[in-house]
């Protein structure tokens, strides 16, 4: 027996009622999560697009609402790796 997705939208929808959860969730909801914490958990975003099928990596950043915590750890490693790279002594002579 076959389940259509119009069953299963209108099942999710009794459950996030009953849950008392937003009526902006919807199934979606659970492929955007899917994709973001696939790129929050350090996983390859070329891998994460081949994942989710899309064609273009843009299409795959659309669904990545990242955390404000993981951008700021993002922001911190870059900056500190950027720091430590402008304070290494210079290397071989210079004229």
Not at 5 to 34: E, P, V
Not at 45 to 68: D, I, K, M, N
Request: charged share 25%; proline share 3%.
């Amino acid at each position: 027996m076959r389940i259509g997705c119009q069953r299963l939208n209108s099942r999710f929808i009794a459950y996030r009622k009953a849950l008392g959860l937003d009526d902006g969730l919807d199934f979606h909801s659970f492929r955007r999560s899917y994709v973001t914490h696939l790129i929050e958990d350090g996983w390859d975003p070329r891998f994460v697009q081949e994942q989710v099928g899309h064609e273009h990596a843009s299409t795959t950043s659309l669904y990545t609402c990242v955390s404000s915590d993981f951008r700021t750890r993002t922001l911190r490693r870059h900056l500190d790796s950027t720091l430590a790279a402008a304070l290494q002594p210079p290397t071989g002579r210079q004229a």
